[in-house]
């Protein structure tokens, strides 16, 4: 493996290892009442594995919205990936745009809850595709 490569794995682990330690924020602010931050909170653990499967693949964004174009284009529509999953990360960024910039939209606790357990299936999912890539 070249030095380059050996970086890129490094990156790309610590990358998942965040994601992973995101998601676990999650239930805290869920008990809390921080519902705006726990979406945010998973949205991040979501961009943060996302982003680890694109390096991998050299591919790379300057925007969240290019980031879920790529991540489309390249793992949903070619069927690497569910449509369900896809679908998460959309609701997710959207719900996390409302949270941090619309003050007069409500995040509530189901918002959370509804999205909590398939959010950590989506990390998994994605660690999967990314583990059986090297």
Do not use: W
């Not at 982003?51 to 991540?71: D, Y």
């Not at 003050?103 to 999912?125: G, Y």
């Amino acid at each position: 493996m070249k030095l380059y490569e050996i970086e890129k794995k490094v990156l790309i682990d610590l990358k998942i290892e965040r994601a992973n330690e995101t998601i676990k924020e999650v239930p805290y602010l869920l008990e809390q009442g921080f519902y705006r931050t726990a979406i945010n909170r998973m949205y991040y653990a979501c961009y943060y594995i996302v982003t680890a499967l694109l390096m991998q693949k050299n591919f790379e964004a300057r925007t969240h919205k290019g980031i879920i174009a790529l991540f489309s284009m390249y793992f949903i529509k070619t069927g690497i990936l569910s449509e369900e999953v896809g679908k998460l990360y959309r609701s997710l960024f959207e719900l996390r745009q409302t949270g941090d910039y619309d003050e007069l939209k409500d995040i509530n606790r189901e918002d959370v809850v509804s999205r909590l357990e398939p959010a950590k299936q989506f990390i998994k999912t994605v660690e999967n595709v990314i583990n059986n890539s090297f």
